[in-house]
């Protein structure tokens, strides 16, 4: 399972992402969490335009919190689901 949620950045006063995934939730799948660990440490390292920047991932007991750029008009699949392809 997967949530979202807005936050500021209190120092900058910048709007950040949270998603927060419940690492129960991958069904203790060995190979899945090592995707999404691989997933963070190569988005954390990747500046581009086009890709939403990572800023930060922690896990507190099962959850795994991943703080990033702030996207006003949301995920890329809503907008694709929709209008139809891109």
């Not at 203790?28 to 963070?40: F, G, P, Q, W």
Request: with cysteine.
């Amino acid at each position: 399972m997967c949530f979202s949620l807005d936050a500021k950045h209190l120092p900058t006063g910048t709007s950040v992402a949270i998603k927060m995934i419940d690492m129960n939730s991958i069904k203790n799948s060995r190979t899945m969490s090592d995707k999404i660990n691989r997933e963070i440490k190569f988005l954390t390292r990747l500046k581009h335009p086009h890709v939403v920047k990572v800023f930060e991932a922690f896990q507190v007991k099962n959850l795994l919190y991943v703080v990033m750029e702030y996207l006003p008009k949301g995920e890329l699949f809503d907008l694709i689901a929709k209008f139809g392809k891109v």
